[in-house]
């Protein structure tokens, strides 16, 4: 096995996972291109602002809609290079009497101590021993028949190197990998991570995994011939999940990054050589969480908030029995979204609006203000809709209207009062009439305009 292809493989990892990191998401933007952070039923300008506070809905009101539109600032991606440290024993060389007490025929089959117990066969187990040209024992294996008759390896794996030394040794359960494994890498068999990084780390290396039914599962380090971490990454089933770090040779952090279900979910850390932090980069389901700034002018904020932006970097598949890390076009990744709390002022410096997102969903409380800082309207929003308690206010601080929802549907008094405190209407939806109902839930429907 050629470890050239293993080790570069190992950098391409960390070009990969730092393809979305440094990024500065400050932007200017003028105010065409702020976002509108009223709910679907406030009404906007020309330039997408909202003209007015959203009035709660009488008996037949709308359901809202909570995906508004926002500038997208673009982001600059560097990435930074990979990984080392920390302690693991060599492979222990193959005994030479027991080398040499094999038989000279090129393939020998004798009786073994009993496998584990088969899943698909009652069989007895069989040892098989590989050899090379001059003898010397080149594979060790047991093997058992499965339901079908074919023999697969189950129980003990070593292979061995022409002088002797293991190479790779481990278990097999019905012809798949399980447990821990291990395998070396002789030093001359290839750069470590790249020529500039061949003398950073000394072979020769160790690499060693757990598996589950033929799949990664747990820890997979690669140590150098010191004992010294180089990389340690976990898997579950198989997929990225938990946390995956790489060393600098003096033992230092060099990179630290989190993966749940297979993406990036957490902070990416990036360390240099004097142990200062080099970048601090936040994923959220494998997509960066970017902040965003926009401005009237220099100076006069605009809006704020948080996008998860997608980033779209090469899928990898890992084989550690190859020693390999492949890689497949990226798929795409949807659309930005907003997440997190998003605020808008007025030109004046005074809060406009203050909402809160959950990956482009309107949740909790949004609230809007009079540019003299008089409150407008407040609403909770549930997963997108309208639930709890929707108020609105005159500019004197009178209340003009108020109506409890829930799930989006209206279900106590709507209630709306004049500036001078008079109560002009109210509407109860239990008694509402059937077709001002249908007319609610079709508006609901349709499609919201900024």
């Known amino acids: 096995m050629c470890a050239t292809n293993f080790l570069l493989r190992v950098a391409s990892v960390m070009i990969l996972l730092l393809a979305g990191v440094n990024t500065r998401a400050d932007e200017s933007a003028d105010a065409n291109s702020a976002p509108t952070l009223a ?8 330039e997408g602002n909202m003209a007015d506070a959203p009035k709660p809905a009488k008996a037949d009101a709308a359901k809202p809609s909570a995906t ?86 189950h129980g003990t794996y070593t292979a061995y190197a022409p002088d002797g ?91 630290e990054a989190t993966y749940k279900n297979g993406n990036l979910d957490g902070e990416v850390l990036e360390w240099g050589q004097g142990g200062q932090v080099n970048s601090k980069t936040a994923y959220v389901d494998g997509k960066r969480l970017d902040k965003v700034v926009g401005w009237y002018t220099l100076g006069q904020k605009h809006y704020e908030g948080n996008y998860l932006r997608v980033v779209r970097m090469p899928e990898p598949s890992y084989d550690w029995w190859k020693g390999s890390i492949n890689t497949t076009e990226a798929a795409p990744g949807g ?14 410096g005074n809060k406009k609006t203050e909402a809160q997102y959950d990956h482009h969903i309107a949740v ?29 206010w005159h500019p004197n601080g009178l209340k003009e209207s108020q109506a409890e929802y829930r799930n989006g549907e209206l279900v106590d008094k709507w209630m709306h009062w004049d500036a001078d405190g008079k109560l002009v209407e109210m509407r109860d939806p239990s008694k509402a009439a059937p077709a001002a109902k249908d007319a609610h839930q079709a508006a609901a429907a349709a499609p919201q305009s900024r």
């Open 165 to 255: 030394t293991v190479q790779k040794t481990g278990v097999f359960q019905n012809g798949k990998q399980q447990g821990k494994w291990t395998q070396s890498f002789a030093k001359d068999e290839g750069h470590l991570f790249a020529t500039d990084h061949d003398t950073e780390f000394q072979g020769p290396f160790v690499s060693e995994a757990t598996f589950v039914d033929g799949q990664l599962d747990g820890t997979w380090t690669i140590k150098d011939r010191n004992g010294q971490n180089i990389v340690e990454w976990n898997f579950d089933h198989g997929a990225r999940n938990g946390k995956w770090s790489w060393w600098y040779p003096n033992g230092d952090k060099r990179l």
């Open 335 to 348: 659309e930005d979204q907003k997440h997190g709390t998003w605020t808008e002022w007025y030109r004046s």
């Open 364 to 392: 909790g409380k949004f609230v809007w203000w009079y540019e003299n800082g008089q409150k407008q309207a407040e609403v909770e929003y549930q997963t997108g809709v309208y639930s709890g308690t929707f108020t609105t």
């Open 68 to 153: 508004d539109e926002a500038p997208v600032p673009s982001a600059k991606d560097d990435a930074p290079t990979p990984p080392a440290k920390n302690e693991t024993p060599t492979p222990p060389a193959k005994d030479d009497a027991s080398t040499s007490a094999k038989s000279d025929a090129a393939t020998s089959v004798a009786p073994a101590p009993a496998p584990a117990p088969s899943a698909t066969s009652d069989a007895e187990g069989e040892l098989v021993t590989e050899r090379y040209a001059d003898g010397s024992v080149k594979i060790e294996r047991q093997v058992t028949k499965d339901a079908a008759g074919n023999y697969v390896n």
């Open 39 to 46: 709910p679907p039923q406030a009404s906007t300008d020309a």
